[in-house]
């Protein structure tokens, strides 16, 4: 089949077929061989996928989870890149040190005592791609093929993505209202070493999980770290979120009393701009050496020009202020549509009340796929993403995440509205 014919196969088959058709068009090319074991294990995220169709005009999109960039300062900003180009151009469009610039590592250790870690020294900061890229590295350096790494249950997609592309085996840990249960973690490792395997960290998003918006209490928080650090497992903290608490009153992270054994990574994408892709490691001194060279080896340096905008942000902007204009955006649409779920959705639905970040969970009945369901909803004028995508299991979920972050208020009253009779009807037909 050519590509012609491929792309008007799309507007009549489902995914499922064209995915096939496209793996027997490619099957028997002499290339196919090349690949590595490691390729097998890539995946499209369905999260991109269902980003794209949500582009369409005339859709409510409750799928993705984007920053709302209007309430930056966007005139100034561009005037204040336009200087960094004319005026240090030859430093902010040359390569530059692997490790990031000293004054925005500096900057992000002032960034993350806002939040609770009062001991973050420079030296050991690594600027990374985003968190995304923070995460690759710290599996690449410590996870062999086979080794196991703990996660919540859900937990964020594009970190399971990366666990799979290097053979890691992922081992989930329940959560309730409070976040991960201590006494189900610490039963999880301890048959897991019985069976001889090897754990080499637990990987969580403690504050405003993504996708379910949970929030792991500032009681067991301390208890989840001695736990791993008993069983020797670091603890790989992904905390983009922790600053956009709708109180103003971030909870402490994991990493502010126990330097040795988490590693921090925090990103710029929520609480500035994910476009320019910066975000970070702080990475214990004693693993520090090897984490930088892994991430040098990977992009070689961070872009110059963006850690400098960012720098420029941090110096010169009131970006504490810009964080608590997000707190305000944020309740009021999260409001809305806990207020929203409230007034449509019908008997037999569950759903998460966060206290900050950008994501409500929603449970269905048991026996509902909510998988097939995005179709009916696309029909219906709205997207969200499935429970599915955020599990490394390939059962059917009865979950789905709903976005709020980036919708006005009105919008996500319209897009649950639109939702609520596709639920209805996948619940009548149990």
Not at 275 to 285: D, E, F, Q, T
Request: aromatic share 8%; net charge negative; hydrophobic share 40%.
């Amino acid at each position: 089949m050519t590509h012609e014919t491929l792309d008007a196969a799309v507007e009549v088959l489902p995914a499922e077929a064209i995915d096939a058709i496209e793996r027997a068009a490619t099957s028997a090319h002499r290339h196919e061989n090349l690949f590595s074991e490691r390729a097998a294990n890539i995946k499209q995220s369905a999260v991109r996928d269902v980003f794209d169709i949500s582009m369409r005009p005339g859709l409510v999109s409750l799928a993705g989870g984007s920053p709302y960039l209007q309430s930056l300062p966007l005139e100034r900003l561009g005037q204040t890149a336009a200087k960094i180009v004319a005026e240090q151009g030859m430093t902010a469009l040359q390569y530059g040190g692997g490790q990031g610039t000293e004054e925005l590592r500096t900057q992000i250790c002032e960034v993350m005592a806002a939040e609770g870690i009062l001991d973050a020294k420079p030296e050991n900061v690594v600027i990374t791609a985003g968190s995304q890229s923070a995460q690759d590295v710290a599996t690449k350096v410590f996870c062999n093929p086979g080794d196991v790494v703990l996660v919540e249950d859900p937990t964020y997609v594009g970190a399971l993505n990366t666990f799979e592309a290097y053979q890691v085996e992922v081992a989930t840990v329940p959560m309730d209202e409070d976040g991960i249960v201590p006494d189900l973690l610490e039963a999880k490792i301890a048959a897991l070493q019985t069976a001889g395997r090897s754990i080499k960290f637990l990987y969580t998003i403690p504050s405003f999980n993504n996708p379910s918006g949970i929030t792991l209490s500032a009681e067991r928080r301390q208890q989840v770290v001695d736990i791993c650090r008993n069983a020797n497992i670091l603890v790989l903290e992904d905390n983009p979120y922790g600053l956009l608490r709708f109180d103003g009153k971030p909870l402490t992270p994991l990493r502010a009393d126990n330097p040795d054994d988490v590693i921090y990574m925090g990103s710029f994408s929520k609480i500035f701009a994910p476009g320019l892709r910066i975000g970070w490691a702080l990475v214990p001194a004693h693993l520090q050496r090897r984490y930088y060279l892994a991430s040098e080896a990977v992009t070689l340096c961070p872009p110059t020009l963006n850690q400098m905008l960012v720098s420029a942000y941090l110096r010169d902007y009131d970006w504490r202020g810009q964080i608590e204009t997000y707190r305000g955006l944020y309740k009021e649409r999260c409001d809305a549509m806990l207020a929203a779920l409230d007034e449509y959705m019908p008997e037999g639905l569950s759903w998460t009340r966060p206290k900050g970040g950008f994501f409500v969970w929603v449970t269905l009945p048991e026996g509902v796929d909510t998988y097939p369901l995005l179709t009916k909803a696309i029909d219906a004028g709205v997207v969200f993403i499935p429970g599915a995508a955020f599990t490394h299991s390939d059962d059917p979920s009865n979950k789905i995440r709903l976005a709020f972050s980036a919708v006005p208020p009105e919008s996500i009253r319209e897009g649950v509205r639109r939702l609520a009779p596709v639920l209805r009807e996948a619940i009548a037909a149990l």
